[in-house]
């Protein structure tokens, strides 16, 4: 049976993680979230929101320039987390992943990813400090 990421992106697509918008830990929304990758071509982190009505943002990986997390107090009492991801997107500068579960494995995934796409497409980061 073809996965999700399969039926959606094509049938070499491969979905790295998903998860939903949790309510006191249990994904019980509509918005989903998902990183997605097509070996040698791309790698996207995509926010799906909506059951009728989609909304669905896209954000390629390298374009992707910092993380942040917050988390409240109950979102450490049900293991959540919000990970906002700072980039350089013509739509947005920034994409909230909202209450996921386990934030910080989500960031270091997506830090991974991000070195290895920008290795692979010889993109140089780099800082200026005066």
């Known amino acids: 049976?073809?996965?999700t990421a399969a039926k959606k992106?094509?049938?070499?697509?491969?979905?790295?993680?998903?998860d939903r918008k949790r309510w006191c830990g249990l994904p019980l929304s509509f918005t989903r979230y998902s990183i997605v990758q097509k070996p040698g071509k791309w790698c996207k982190l995509i926010v799906d929101k909506g059951l009728l009505t989609s909304h669905i943002e896209e954000v390629n990986v390298f374009r992707i320039d910092d993380t942040t997390i917050f988390e409240s107090f109950t979102n450490k009492f049900w293991g959540t987390g919000t990970l906002k991801v700072y980039c350089k997107d013509a739509s947005s500068?920034?994409?909230d992943c909202i209450r996921i579960k386990n934030p910080s494995k989500v960031r270091n995934?997506?830090?991974e990813l991000i070195e290895d796409d920008r290795k692979?497409?010889?993109v140089q980061y780099g800082e200026m400090q005066f």
Do not use: F, Q
């Open 120 to 122: 692979s497409r010889n």
């Open 93 to 95: 500068d920034h994409v």
């Open 9 to 18: 992106y094509g049938d070499d697509c491969v979905e790295l993680w998903k």
């Open 109 to 111: 995934l997506i830090n």
């Open 1 to 3: 049976m073809a996965s």
